[in-house]
C-alpha cells in the first residue's frame, strides 16, 4: 500500500517499516539508453517522466566554452579520429569538438546552456564537476592547507563560469564533485547553491570533506550503503560497516546512491533508506520484480 510523501514520491508500508521511495536521478541523462550527456538523452529522461532530476557531467573547452561531457578525451564516447580522439577536451577548441557524433547516433558533444535549455525547469539539474582543464588533480583526497589553496586556484574560473551559466537558468540546482579543489570553490563563490561531495574508496574521506562544506548532500557508490547486501558486491572498494544513511540523516544532509542499474539493487536502497538512486536506466525504481520461484540471475558490479 502507498500513501502521499511531502518529500516527493510515494511512501511505501512494508511490514512494519515505512520508507519512502527514492527520487530517480537521470545519470547522464538515462546514459543506459540513451547516448550520454547528449541533448537528445536529457530531453528522453525529462519525456520518460520517471526522473526527477536529470545528473550532467561539465568540464571546459580550450576556447573557454562549457561542454557536457564526461571523459577527459574522445577516445571512448565519439568517432573523432585517432589523431584528435586522445587530446584533452580542454586542449581542443569547441568548433573541434562537435564536428563528431557521440556513440553512433547523430548528437554531437553540447555545450553546458543547450541542455539547460532543454530541461524544463520544473525538473532538477545536478551537476558533476568533473575537470577544470588540467591534469594531476588530487581525486576524492582532502588536502591540506597548501594543497587546498592551489587546488582552489585551479577549479575557481571554470566553476565561476559554470555558476553562472546554471544560476541564470530557473532550475533547482545541486553541484557535485568528488574534488575539494571544486567543493571549496563552489562554496566560495555562492555559498548558497547546494552541493554534493561524491565518495569514491573511502568513507572516512567522504564524510570529512562533507562535514568540511556541510554539504547539502552525499553521493557514495551503492556498495557503500550498508542496511542492504550490497556492500558484498564491490564497486570501487569494500567499505567498513558504517550506516552512511542514519549518519548523513542526522547531520541534515541527503544520500544518493550511484550508479544504480539493477531493480535489486534499487529496492535494497529504498530498502536503506536512501533519498536517491543516480540510475542508467528509467524502470529501477518501478520494474517489475521477478516472482519469488523464478531462478535468480548472477549480478555483477559492472551491471
Not at 3 to 22: D, K, Y
Not at 63 to 68: A, F, L, R, S
Not at 69 to 97: C, K, M, Q
Request: proline share 7%.
Amino acid at each position: 500500500m502507498t500513501s502521499g510523501n511531502p518529500n516527493g514520491g510515494l511512501t511505501t508500508v512494508s511490514g512494519h517499516r515505512t520508507v519512502a521511495e527514492p527520487n530517480v536521478i537521470a545519470h547522464r541523462g538515462f546514459a543506459g539508453i540513451y547516448p550520454e550527456n547528449t541533448v537528445a538523452a536529457v530531453e528522453g529522461s525529462v519525456a520518460d517522466g520517471r526522473a526527477s532530476t536529470v545528473e550532467v557531467d561539465v568540464m571546459p573547452t580550450a576556447d573557454g566554452e562549457i561542454v557536457v561531457f564526461h571523459d577527459d578525451d574522445l577516445s571512448r564516447l565519439t568517432n573523432a579520429p585517432d589523431s584528435v580522439s586522445g587530446t584533452n577536451i580542454w586542449e581542443l577548441p569547441y568548433d573541434r569538438i562537435t564536428g563528431y557524433s557521440v556513440l553512433g547516433t547523430t548528437q554531437s558533444v553540447p555545450l553546458l546552456t543547450d541542455v539547460l535549455a532543454a530541461i524544463p525547469p520544473e525538473f532538477s539539474i545536478n551537476i558533476e564537476l568533473k575537470n577544470p582543464g588540467c591534469e594531476k588533480l588530487r581525486f576524492a583526497e582532502t588536502l591540506d592547507e597548501a594543497a587546498l589553496d592551489a587546488a582552489t586556484d585551479r577549479w575557481r574560473s571554470f566553476v565561476g563560469s559554470v555558476v553562472d551559466l546554471a544560476t541564470d537558468s530557473d532550475h533547482e540546482l545541486l553541484v557535485s564533485s568528488f574534488y575539494e579543489g571544486a567543493l571549496a570553490a563552489i562554496r566560495e563563490i555562492d555559498p548558497s547553491i547546494p552541493i554534493a561531495s561524491v565518495f569514491y574508496d573511502s568513507v572516512d574521506t567522504g564524510l570529512e570533506l562533507s562535514r568540511r562544506y556541510d554539504v547539502e548532500a552525499i553521493h557514495p557508490p551503492w556498495n557503500m550503503v550498508t542496511g542492504s547486501t550490497l556492500p558484498d558486491a564491490p564497486v570501487s572498494g569494500s567499505f567498513d560497516d558504517v550506516d552512511l544513511v542514519d549518519i548523513a540523516h542526522e547531520e541534515g544532509r541527503q544520500v544518493n546512491a550511484w550508479t544504480v542499474t539493477t531493480w535489486h539493487q534499487a529496492a535494497e536502497l529504498q530498502q536503506a533508506g536512501v533519498d536517491g538512486v543516480i540510475t542508467d536506466y528509467p524502470g529501477v525504481c518501478t520494474a517489475q520484480r521477478p516472482p519469488a520461484d523464478a531462478p535468480s540471475t548472477p549480478q555483477s558490479a559492472s551491471e
